[in-house]
């Protein structure tokens, strides 16, 4: 055959990326092991993920539970309780505990359906848009990592939701390079528009689609300009479409000063965050856990992004890898804070370039050897670093109980007594009964199933140095004397304030005399390290608390 004639042989199948499917013996499909591999990641971490299904919820997954319970009770966001946060998050809290209960166990099963899907979708993204083996490599990596004790992975925080929508967001991405149709382009924004509304900070994954979306347009042959300015266009008006229905929503329902307020004049405060060395020690002490645990793992991301430029890949196929990596990670970097539950909106970049460095190193070992191992090399390494993950962690992914989970992971915050705490107001108050937390434990009033005297359930707001804590405290005070709650918790828990030195003290001056005139102890939670100490009623008038952390649980006088 004429070299005129020679039919290139198309890209998807160069032997090198050929998808493996095996037929056995006889008649019957063939076998795709890509599947079978990506089928036991799942099955090993969903039975990691039942193990740790009956965590108590903290802090943030306290307010987004509570908030989904007011909206199943029909109260619009920002009516009953203040955020700054987004609604997107306490919506789907909502759905996933409709569906599965209205519960800790609940919240957490939903939890674990959710990071099925986005293994899901992260393969089947990145299959069509780099290859299969790094995306096994990528969803696997993403999969283990995102369990880890080191980004609280047994929390349901907004990222996780966040990277499902992305998920899903990349997946429409590679049948748009496919087959670019503005359906597809409005999905893609959709997804990505969606993303945010879980929180704020996924705004930098709308960035990324947006360029995704005009390289896909540059890289076509013709370029047809009007043709990207119509696609942008549509993906644009996607991606800010939830947001704008939201706030017609809000404004119906007139919440929409609070939310305005809550989303945008104190966030902004609240965004100005840390200076850039506060933020280095943060970080520091975020990235070292991670690093020890995932040592392979973060060596291979580190090589892939230098790998990445002298790989086979495509240009377009480079520009993507590399500025998904670069959003994902500003993803984690607002406010310079760099808590651990932020990374887990990078962790499919970490899978991503140290799929491409391991998918490097295997093309250079297949030059010189046919080895059919050099094939499952990839997945071989994923399951050597996951196995030491887990073996160097083995207390938290199968011996502890949650209850020791959570005293392992939080110290001595309030989470498992919360359960407890929670238990005693509904049992000795009436459904319709209000309750007014005194520091931001709002898991309570989601347990005990009372609505909160104030919107304030969160009061790190009230003692930080910012331009309305004084407004937000003498709020807080006129919303709980308007409604007289049947109890009043008392949180005595640094953690539970985090008060700043200057911060006015009109909350605690204001409690000490209300609480004398019109509320009597009748409880008293006693937190050591080694175990808590609960009286109530008639013994909690006589106990003397001595622990550094206590809550005391108020009744209102008949």
């Not at 013996?25 to 990641?41: C, E, N, R, T």
């Not at 790998?307 to 970097?333: D, G, N, P």
């Not at 003290?505 to 609480?515: A, K, L």
């Not at 175990?531 to 206590?550: F, G, H, N, V």
Request: proline share 4%.
């Amino acid at each position: 055959m004429s070299k005129k004639n020679k039919k290139p042989i198309p890209k998807a199948q160069k032997p090198s990326e050929r998808i493996v499917r095996v037929a056995p013996q006889g008649k019957g499909p063939a076998i795709d092991y890509y599947w079978v591999a990506l089928g036991a990641v799942i099955l090993c971490t969903s039975i990691i993920r039942l193990h740790l299904l009956s965590i108590p919820l903290e802090r943030d997954e306290g307010e987004y539970a509570y908030i989904a319970r007011l909206m199943q009770k029909g109260f619009a966001p920002f009516t009953e309780a203040y955020t700054m946060k987004l609604p997107g998050t306490s919506a789907m809290y909502a759905i996933l505990m409709t569906i599965f209960g209205d519960s800790n166990t609940g919240v957490h099963a939903g939890l674990l359906v959710i990071g099925i899907a986005t293994i899901i979708f992260l393969f089947l993204a990145f299959r069509r848009l780099i290859n299969p083996t790094v995306a096994l490599f990528a969803s696997s990596v993403f999969a283990i990592m995102s369990v880890s004790p080191t980004v609280l992975g047994f929390a349901a925080h907004a990222t996780h939701f966040i990277i499902f929508f992305v998920a899903v967001a990349l997946y429409f991405l590679s049948r748009y390079y496919e087959r670019q149709t503005l359906l597809t382009a409005f999905l893609i924004g959709l997804m990505f528009g969606l993303a945010f509304m879980m929180k704020q900070q996924a705004v930098f994954f709308i960035v990324f689609g947006g360029l995704a979306i005009i390289l896909g347009g540059i890289f076509e042959k013709p370029i047809k300009p009007g043709t990207i300015i119509l696609q942008t266009l549509a993906y644009s008006v996607a991606a800010v479409l939830p947001y704008v229905i939201t706030v017609i929503f809000l404004k119906t329902a007139g919440a929409f000063d609070k939310f305005w307020f809550w989303t945008i004049t104190y966030a902004g405060k609240y965004a100005g965050g840390l200076s850039l060395a506060e933020g280095a020690k943060e970080f520091v002490a975020r990235f070292t856990p991670m690093l020890k645990e995932f040592t392979l793992f973060w060596i291979l991301f580190f090589a892939g992004i230098v790998l990445t430029f002298f790989s086979k890949f495509t240009l377009k196929q480079k520009l993507f890898i590399l500025l998904f990596s670069l959003f994902a990670f500003l993803t984690v970097c607002p406010g310079f804070y760099f808590r651990r539950h932020y990374f887990i909106v990078f962790l499919p970049a970490i899978g991503l370039l140290g799929g491409v460095a391991l998918y490097f190193l295997t093309s250079l070992l297949n030059r010189n050897s046919k080895s059919r191992f050099i094939a499952v090399l990839p997945f071989l390494v994923f399951c050597i670093a996951a196995i030491a993950a887990v073996s160097g962690n083995r207390d938290y992914y199968f011996n502890f109980t949650p209850a020791q989970i959570a005293k392992q992971q939080y110290g001595n915050n309030p989470f498992n007594e919360s359960l407890q705490i929670a238990d005693y107001i509904r049992k000795n108050s009436s459904d319709t009964a209000k309750i007014a937390v005194l520091g931001s434990e709002p898991q309570i009033a989601f347990y005990a199933d009372r609505l909160s005297a104030t919107g304030y359930i969160y009061t790190y707001p009230l003692v930080e140095i910012q331009p309305f804590n004084q407004q937000m405290q003498e709020e807080m005070v006129a919303e709980i004397e308007k409604s007289k709650p049947e109890f009043i918790v008392y949180c005595l828990i640094s953690a539970s304030w985090l008060g700043k030195q200057g911060a006015p003290d009109t909350i605690f001056t204001w409690f000490n005399t209300y609480n004398a005139n019109y509320y009597q102890l009748t409880g008293v939670v006693d937190i050591f390290n080694e175990k808590t100490i609960y009286k109530w009623d008639e013994e909690a008038l006589t106990y003397k608390p001595s622990s550094q952390q206590q809550i005391l649980i108020y009744k209102r006088k008949m």
